[in-house]
């Protein structure tokens, strides 16, 4: 799931998996709707991110290899 701010500038993401497939990798979670010429910054990390790759390859959400894992993500627009 995707949520973001009525201005654009904080997005938040949540990801579930269930179960994961052996020897299959998580693939990258394209987001929607944001400005393909910002830079988001994660909130948790510091990893800067361009918006134009958010929307064309995705977010990398790291998931635990477990089954049933999670993440919660805040990026926040940085400042032209």
Do not use: C, F
């Amino acid at each position: 799931m995707q949520y973001l701010s009525l201005d654009g500038r904080e997005v938040a993401v949540i990801a579930l998996r269930r179960s994961r497939r052996y020897g299959h990798h998580d693939p990258a979670l394209p987001l929607r709707a944001l400005d393909p010429a910002a830079r988001y910054r994660d909130t948790d990390t510091g990893t800067v991110h361009h918006g134009a790759v958010l929307l064309s390859h995705g977010l990398p959400l790291g998931l635990a290899a477990d089954d049933y894992a999670s993440a919660l993500v805040h990026l926040v627009r940085e400042p032209a």
